[in-house]
């Protein structure tokens, strides 16, 4: 095991901790994490290495970024993410995505399942492609994350699950 797998490990461990407790990922965890990633790699590769990280982080967060101005996501998530685009790049953070939404499916349709919600999320989930379909791609207030009611799912959990996944695959 390497250290930067250690790093993010720990990076990872952390935000699951804090978002399962809090539902919060916080700023003090994900930007020193993204400054190390950048220093890590600017000490193991260079300069050329750095500009590879901060595309990481770029790429993790323009990701994210689309879910969470639509108020379907926590801004501790896009950051996370971006944070987890430090340390393996640009290629790696674009698979660690892919992953993480499928771990983020299958993780919420259990929670949904679980809570005996599964009927109404396809019913809004319907209701959330009509109102795109008619008013354009846009918030709907009864359907953000501050305005439902429904169960929910610590996205740092399916960030772990794909970035892991991702680690092992390279």
């Not at 919060?24 to 600017?42: K, S, Y």
């Not at 918030?139 to 970035?163: F, N, Q, S």
Request: proline share 5%; aromatic share 8%; hydrophobic share 60%.
């Amino acid at each position: 095991m390497t250290l930067l797998h250690m790093s993010v490990g720990a990076l990872l461990a952390l935000a699951c901790i804090s978002d399962i407790r809090t539902r919060r990922i916080p700023n003090a965890l994900t930007f020193p994490a993204a400054v190390a990633g950048v220093i890590f790699h600017a000490a193991n590769g260079g300069l050329p290495a750095a500009g590879w990280s901060l595309l990481g982080w770029l790429a993790g967060a323009a990701l994210f970024f689309p879910i969470f101005a639509l108020r379907g996501m926590g801004a501790g998530d896009v950051k996370l993410l971006a944070a987890v685009g430090a340390w393996l790049g640009p290629g790696q953070v674009v698979i660690a995505a892919l992953l993480t939404s499928i771990a983020g499916g299958v993780m919420g349709l259990a929670v949904a399942l679980g809570a005996g919600y599964l009927w109404t999320a396809i019913l809004n989930l319907r209701l959330l492609l009509t109102h795109w379909r008619v008013a354009g791609v846009q918030p709907l207030p009864d359907m953000t994350l501050e305005g439902t009611r429904g169960p929910r799912l610590a996205y740092a959990l399916p960030i772990a699950v794909g970035t892991t996944v991702t680690l092992w695959l390279r």
